[in-house]
């Protein structure tokens, strides 16, 4: 009996202590105590409101239904200048899309990666991005949260895989507190990195150039034009050329049938071939499959276009000299699916031949319409402190 009571007292202590660890194991707070304030760990959503410049088109519903909030804006930018997404810990977002250059590489044609591999496409300019129906020149991403996953697992650019960079990312504290900021989480991963990064490029709006001035000089009314200022004749001369259409007397660049001026974004967002080569690479033929996309690439913005050289999807072109001369001399006119607009000889008064025959631009004509889209250059943005590395 002794022994039995013994054998009874023992269980009794143990199921007591179990149950006392239990109980323990129950009080004790997640790490790390998210509510108490002095962890420094608090779940912020501070609202943020994408704002529409002045004259521009209304953003897509899409980008309007997303929950813009300040802490993931500013996670999303440490992240564009964090080197460890890559996979050696030297390269970043802002390594190929260098602010001073609109978000582009360094003058440089193709981007080479951590592995000293080239790759393919020039990097192309990041701003403006609400209104990008799709992304890359080929447009093999429907949205902006898709093609900011791809450079980091890419094995020519940074080569990483996002599981490998989440890691490395929780094992500082300063984005272990910021991703629980934005999106009140601890076990973050490569989905709210991108929500992020996303948020961050979304705010990169481009709206304060001299044509921007000049539009404003007069409310965007259409039957007068932008007015440029003192000394700024050469511009507005370009601006003529620019949407004038094409004439064997010259005067007309023909530009804004791709580059329009009345969407103020100076891209129709589309996908053309634009006469480059007689057999040219695949571009949207990548995701359609269709033989009739062969050769054609994003139509790129020309905004701040100055500085975002070299030009066109493989920076052939190291000038704007250079690009205007193609247009006016070089078009390859039996181009695969070059577009019909540059063939067609479709102009205001049928005096012209269409663009693939020559614009007949003049030395000085030539000049006035590099002028004008040097004034497509937005310095407060180029300059914006908001969007430059915060580490």
């Known amino acids: 009996m002794i022994r039995l009571l013994k054998i009874l007292g023992f269980f009794g202590l143990f199921f007591t202590v179990i149950l006392s660890c239990k109980k323990n194991e129950i009080e004790i707070p997640p790490f790390p105590d998210m509510t108490d304030t002095t962890a420094g760990y608090q779940c912020k959503t501070t609202p943020y409101s994408l704002i529409q410049p002045t004259y521009f088109p209304p953003y897509p519903?899409?980008?309007?239904?997303?929950?813009?909030?300040?802490?993931?804006?500013?996670?999303?930018?440490?992240?564009?200048y964090e080197t460890k997404l890559s996979g050696d810990n030297t390269m970043s977002c802002a390594s190929c899309h260098n602010q001073n250059y609109a978000f582009t590489d360094n003058k440089r044609a193709l981007s080479i990666g951590i592995d000293g591999k080239s790759g393919t496409k020039n990097s192309m300019a990041l701003f403006n991005l609400a209104y990008s129906p799709a992304f890359f020149w080929d447009g093999r991403s429907s949205t902006l949260e898709k093609q900011v996953l791809v450079p980091v697992i890419d094995p020519i650019e940074m080569h990483e895989t996002w599981k490998n960079a989440i890691v490395k990312l929780k094992g500082e504290e300063v984005y272990n507190r910021m991703f629980y900021e934005a999106f009140c989480t601890a076990d973050y991963d490569s989905t709210h990195a991108a929500k992020a990064i996303t948020q961050f490029e979304l705010t990169l709006v481009s709206s304060n150039s001299i044509f921007d001035k000049a539009v404003d000089r007069t409310g965007n009314d259409r039957n007068i034009g932008p007015q440029f200022g003192a000394g700024e004749e050469q511009i507005s001369r370009g601006f003529r050329i620019f949407n004038g259409e094409v004439s064997k007397n010259g005067g007309g660049g023909d530009c804004f049938h791709c580059h329009s001026t009345d969407n103020m974004l100076f891209t129709n967002n589309d996908f053309m071939n634009n006469g480059l080569d007689d057999n040219p690479s695949e571009g949207f033929f990548v995701v359609t499959r269709n033989e009739t996309n062969r050769g054609q690439f994003k139509v790129p913005t020309l905004r701040n276009v100055e500085h975002t050289g070299p030009y066109m999807h493989d920076g052939r072109f190291e000038t704007l000299e250079e690009v205007v001369e193609f247009y006016n001399s070089g078009i390859r006119k039996n181009s695969i699916n070059i577009e019909p607009i540059?063939?067609?000889?479709?102009?205001?008064?049928?005096?012209?031949?269409?663009?693939?025959?020559?614009?007949?631009?003049?030395t000085q004509e030539k000049a006035d319409l590099v002028a004008f889209l040097k004034a497509l250059s937005d310095s407060d943005f180029l300059n914006n402190k908001d969007f430059s590395d915060p580490n």
């Open 61 to 80: 519903t899409p980008i309007l239904n997303i929950e813009m909030t300040e802490e993931r804006i500013a996670l999303g930018r440490k992240l564009f």
């Open 342 to 362: 540059m063939v067609s000889g479709d102009t205001a008064n049928g005096s012209g031949s269409g663009i693939a025959d020559g614009l007949n631009l003049t």
